[in-house]
């Protein structure tokens, strides 16, 4: 799987977008975007996926640059439950080897009042 | 949505103690299922991978012997953490992917060990 890089940590006003920046810069072509969020002691949550297209449902919007060295994890309109700890996870979308998740350092959000 | 039930969410018992974690997926097969490990203030570790009627496979460092694995059926994982020892106290997370596509991984809520 090719590896990510988040920021550590962001910050963000209750009822503000918050973006999440993340780079992958070593993406191969049948690798998809995923991510995830983590609650505290609680287990990751699916949020969104994506490939080349941008992407959107009903938590969050994916940006993925033309390159597809980049994404963006957008959540429009962040609330307090949306504090969490951010996964961008980077891997092959089908058969066995699709399966597995390799976590990184993931971005720790903090939606403040 | 495709859901991955585990079971149970606490633990707290006394060192030398083997216990064992359920991981289930609720409305979907899966022949494969996956464990991870989170120590306080980590990210999630892949411990193993489960193979329904097979043996499961390791990730270098992981002692087979102490975490047994069993997925005796397509809807059901198991983990048993054999003579659990104080340092063995940690976060334990399944996860599975519903058949299909580039369906995502679903994860169980968790089960926190704590061994006394």
């Known amino acids: 799987d090719a590896k990510t890089t988040q920021p550590t940590s962001m910050d963000c006003a209750e009822g503000r977008a918050a973006n999440l920046p993340c780079n992958h810069s070593?993406?191969?072509?049948?690798?998809?975007v995923y991510w995830y969020r983590q609650i505290h002691s609680q287990g990751p949550q699916y949020i969104i996926h994506g490939l080349k297209n941008n992407e959107t449902n009903e938590m969050a919007s994916l940006i993925i640059t033309e390159d597809r060295k980049s994404s963006t994890l957008i959540l429009p309109h962040a609330t307090l439950r949306d504090t969490a700890v951010y996964y961008c996870i980077v891997r092959l979308g089908r058969g066995n080897a699709g399966n597995m998740l390799t976590f990184g350092g993931g971005t720790r959000l903090m939606v403040k009042p | 949505g495709a859901v991955v039930s585990q079971h149970p969410s606490w633990v707290i018992c006394k060192s030398g103690t083997s216990v064992k974690i359920e991981c289930r997926s609720l409305d979907f097969q899966a022949t494969t299922m996956f464990w991870y490990r989170q120590f306080p203030k980590q990210s999630l570790m892949l411990m193993a991978t489960?193979?329904?009627?097979?043996?499961?496979?390791?990730e270098q460092g992981v002692e087979k012997d102490k975490f047994l694995i069993n997925h005796a059926s397509l809807t059901l994982s198991t983990l048993t953490v054999t003579s659990a020892h104080p340092e063995d106290s940690s976060f334990y997370i399944c996860s599975a992917r519903p058949p299909g596509g580039n369906q995502p991984q679903h994860f169980g809520d968790g089960t926190r060990l704590s061994i006394l």
């Open positions: 489960s193979n329904e009627g097979s043996k499961a496979t390791y």
């Open positions: 070593t993406i191969s072509g049948n690798e998809y």
